[in-house]
């Protein structure tokens, strides 16, 4: 299959050359700032240059500072962006503006995070300052490394890209109304060690697609999956009910199924040795409640995955990385020490016999972990060195996975569950939000916080994730996590993101620009419809507040995702309600069309006058998906380099569908219902290029 990365074409080349400590790139220029010796090299491609810079130190280790300043000749003249969590600065007008608690101004996602806006809109250069990964409830971040700046009025743009195969740290970027400043923290020169970056500057048509193309162009490993995951595309599910809906009768379609059941005996304990096993016995919450233990085996997972697979529905086995345990003690217990609860003795015995130095001593504020950090604490991380691990659900507690006896054991029991259930479709990885933080307690060569070795848990799981990808990908089995560190380089390895804090608006947009070419599905909080054609949707704080029912769809049709389905025994999330299946119902067939989805990366693919509109490739050719419009005609526009002669296009609404023309001029004109119509275009041969 050919993608359309090739950005290039009638683009205005401008040669970049070096000039003292950085580069000068039309009317860019970047500054280099560190406290090391420095070597450059400057490459030149097609339409931009490879920048490899190399620093070193002969003195003893202690922590590198590096910075990059990007500063366009009269700023106010330029717009930028990057794949960030939303285009939150300048706050709309209408909202209040909060208060500046420290030396920048917070942006709006950290205020109501639930809110989601449209992350495709450039924005004027103004104070913001952004975290590689984001946070996983206040957003704040990007999740690609790379900048885009284009002059307000006309000219190509310019793009600078981090490469994602470099090792970035505590990476960021702050914006003010002159440039922006990246740095990277906490790595470590000297000592013999070298740092290394590789950057590329390229010239690009005036649109954001050129600026994801020109990255998908240099890193397809990084964009395409690494599994067939036509399985991974439906509504989602958290259900541990052995009787959801066929496709046929239940008009929903596919549920992609990360099965919510406690079949293990503990955290981390998931496919153990013995056949059968005692599963545990708690409540969701993690309580144990003695006698609530069933007996379990890989055969009766197996079949339940296997009955799914029958009735029309992917199963995706739990997996966790960072967690371990139920009822752990810590410090470890003494020598014949009673506990109240079998399973707590078990998971015990085995933390301290096999992993006793994988737990996590986390290295900063605050003392519950990085979920909880305010802005405040995100954007200024302040050093803590913790005596404790961090406890989590059922008293487990957090793991590092760089811990070698630790990361052996979760490879072994990937390809186990691969080997042991083959009906399932993979594992579905849980709280990635804890792979923010530092274990001081352990040394990873290249990290270096408060004048003291670390180890960095994103090099943890960048370290485990290629075995862990050798144990399921040669066996078809897909990995899929809730990526709360929206990281694209931790992605490489995933076939889809299931995002546990999906229907937050800024983790919506993090997910959507992880997974370009993967399935995106997202969390749905409990809801019920209300008067006025509304849900009342209740958030993990309970805070309960109001939406449009077909905002609620369309935002998630715009962004190429699905939502959870109103399944039986989901847990803590959507339930199952027939007055919201009524609604889920309307829906289904506009997101059955989804299937198989890859955003268009061809600048200027898709325009119209009003509304939002996006376009995608589908196995069939081309869906155009156009929301919040108003209902009548609308007419829009496609890049010609996208059709062939033959198309032939359909338009779908949640009352029907039709049939609609192609124009020589590639318009096509369709009805809008609901406030949006997505269009079908079949193509026999369409081209991707």
Not at 177 to 185: C, N, T, W, Y
Not at 213 to 239: D, K, M, T
Not at 491 to 498: E, N, P, Q, V, Y
Request: glycine fraction near 10%; charge should be negative.
């Amino acid at each position: 299959m050919e993608n359309d990365y090739n950005t290039t074409d009638n683009v205005n080349t401008i040669q970049p050359q070096l000039i003292p400590d950085g580069i000068e790139f039309g009317d860019v220029r970047i500054f280099l700032s560190t406290n090391g010796q420095v070597q450059q090299n400057l490459a030149l491609e097609p339409g931009g240059a490879n920048w490899r810079i190399t620093i070193c130190d002969p003195g003893p280790a202690r922590e590198a500072r590096v910075e990059w300043r990007i500063t366009p000749k009269n700023p106010e003249q330029w717009f930028w962006w990057m794949p960030w969590d939303g285009p939150h600065n300048p706050l709309p007008v209408g909202e209040a503006a909060p208060r500046k608690e420290y030396d920048y101004t917070p942006d709006g996602g950290s205020l109501d995070t639930w809110t989601w806006r449209d992350p495709f809109v450039p924005q004027p250069l103004s104070e913001r300052h952004l975290t590689y990964g984001g946070h996983p409830s206040h957003g704040g971040g990007f999740a690609i490394p790379l900048l885009m700046l284009l002059p307000k009025v006309e000219g190509d743009a310019t793009s600078l890209l981090f490469s994602p195969e470099d090792d970035l740290l505590e990476f960021r970027a702050q914006a003010d109304a002159d440039g922006v400043l990246f740095s990277d923290q906490y790595q470590r020169i000297g000592g013999g060690r070298t740092l290394s970056y590789r950057l590329h500057l390229f010239r690009h048509e005036r649109d954001w697609r050129g600026a994801l193309a020109g990255f998908a162009a240099r890193y397809p490993a990084f964009i395409e999956p690494s599994v067939s995951n036509a399985a991974l595309h439906g509504f989602a599910g958290y259900s541990a009910s052995a009787v959801l809906p066929a496709p046929a009768s239940g008009k929903l379609g596919r549920i992609v199924n990360w099965r919510a059941s406690f079949d293990f005996p503990w955290m981390g304990n998931f496919m153990p040795d013995q056949e059968p096993w005692q599963s545990i016995g708690c409540l969701s919450d993690g309580r144990a409640v003695p006698g609530r233990e069933q007996e379990m085996s890989s055969a009766v997972l197996n079949t339940y995955a296997r009955d799914m697979f029958d009735l029309g529905h992917t199963v995706l086995g739990y997996f966790n990385v960072c967690e371990f345990g139920f009822g752990i003690r810590w410090p470890r217990p003494g020598e014949g020490e009673s506990y109240c609860y079998g399973q707590a003795r078990g998971a015990n015995q085995q933390l301290w016999s096999r992993f006793p130095k994988a737990p996590l001593l986390g290295s900063h504020e605050p003392t519950m972990g990085p979920l909880f950090r305010s802005p405040a604490e995100h954007h200024s991380l302040q050093v803590r060195f913790h005596e404790r691990p961090y406890w989590t659900w059922g008293d487990a507690i957090v793991m590092d996975p760089g811990d070698a006896d630790w990361a052996n054991h979760l490879v072994q029991q990937a390809e186990a569950i691969a080997i042991r259930i083959p009906n399932m479709a993979g594992i579905a990885i849980d709280r990635c939000d804890w792979l923010q933080e530092y274990n001081h307690a352990a040394d990873d060569g290249g990290t270096w916080i408060a004048g003291r070795s670390a180890r960095a848990l994103v090099r943890s799981w960048k370290c485990l994730m290629p075995r862990i990808s050798e144990a399921l990908h040669p066996r078809g089995k897909a990995i899929v996590a809730s990526l709360s560190t929206h990281r694209i380089d931790m992605a490489r390895h995933l076939d889809g993101i299931f995002h546990e804090g999906g229907y937050y608006g800024p983790n919506l947009n993090f997910s959507t620009f992880l997974a370009l070419a993967k399935p995106v599905l997202v969390w749905t909080h409990p809801m019920r419809v209300v008067e006025g054609e509304r849900f009342r949707i209740r958030l993990f704080s309970g805070r309960e507040i109001e939406e449009d029912v077909d905002e609620f769809f369309q935002r998630h049709l715009h962004m190429g995702s699905w939502p959870m389905a109103p399944v039986p025994g989901n847990d803590h999330s959507l339930a199952w309600d027939a007055e919201v299946e009524k609604r889920y119902f309307r829906y289904a067939p506009l997101f059955r069309l989804l299937v198989g989805r890859r955003w268009v990366l061809t600048p200027g693919a898709v325009a119209a006058d009003h509304g939002r509109v996006n376009v995608f490739h589908v196995p069939d050719g081309l869906l155009v998906v156009a929301t919040g419009q108003p209902d009548g005609k609308i007419t829009f526009l496609l890049n010609p380099k996208l059709l062939v002669k033959s198309a032939e296009a359909r338009a779908f609404t949640v009352d029907g569908e039709c049939s609609v023309p192609v124009q020589s001029d590639a318009t096509i004109t369709a009805q809008t219902e609901h406030g949006m119509v997505a269009v079908l275009i079949r193509q026999n041969t369409h081209n991707q290029g």
